[in-house]
């Protein structure tokens, strides 16, 4: 994902987020590969929760392809067992998965590695001074996908993104319609799950509309 440093000035990209079941991978690729021609995407990570492994294995063979083929970056959620095994990019690991050293140990230095900070500026510099690719602060809004347990606040991106170069994703809640604050805050990333294919017209236009929000903010 992020290989290039980057500022909210220039340009924010979206970072896509799947759904937390999806009981057919196959039929569930066609919205992928909708989304992603869309518009820009920087990356898709597979959020699968309450599954076995090889319904993620399966889930994960189907769409890596789709990703990797339009050169968007593969991540796995929580595991970075799995994120070798099955040849992501890369692994975003929670506070509550594994330590940063411990996930960055199992996929070695070329893959990436992304970790969840909430609202904390601490854990935030903690990744970042570990050797962390990126950052994620939120829920900046209330999610559908999931319990908001610690709302982040916008000035978190305005501190962070005139303080580091390690790029941040902004994630909770975020839609085509409440985006815009957040990339002005300073957001290299906008993580969108719902807000994409739950979107009225569909995924591919969900990106569409990004993708112009975007460009009018560089």
């Not at 039929?27 to 990570?45: E, K, N, S, T, Y």
């Not at 854990?123 to 809004?141: K, W």
């Not at 994630?171 to 805050?185: D, F, L, M």
Request: net charge negative; proline share 6%; aromatic share 6%.
């Amino acid at each position: 994902m992020p290989s290039e440093q980057q500022s909210a000035a220039t340009h924010c990209r979206l970072y896509l987020i799947s759904p937390e079941r999806i009981e057919h991978p196959t039929i569930f690729a066609d919205d992928l590969r909708a989304a992603l021609d869309g518009g820009d995407v920087a990356a898709f990570q597979l959020r699968l929760k309450d599954v076995s492994d090889d319904a993620i294995t399966h889930a994960a063979d189907t769409l890596r392809p789709v990703c990797q083929q339009r050169d968007v970056a593969f991540i796995m959620n929580d595991r970075p067992d799995l994120a070798v095994k099955l040849d992501c990019d890369g692994v975003h690991v929670g506070q509550e998965d594994m330590p940063y050293a411990e996930a960055r140990r199992i996929v070695g230095p070329e893959r990436q590695v992304g970790v969840t900070c909430k609202a904390s500026r601490h854990l935030a510099m903690e990744a970042a001074e570990a050797g962390a690719d990126y950052v994620a602060f939120g829920a900046f809004f209330p999610s559908g996908t999931k319990a908001v347990t610690t709302p982040a606040e916008l000035d978190i991106l305005e501190w962070w993104s005139g303080l580091m170069e390690v790029p941040c994703v902004a994630i909770g809640g975020i839609t085509v319609e409440n985006c815009r604050p957040v990339i002005a805050a300073g957001a290299d990333f906008l993580a969108v799950a719902g807000g994409v294919w739950n979107h009225k017209d569909g995924p591919k236009a969900a990106v569409r509309a990004f993708s112009e929000i975007f460009s009018a903010h560089r």
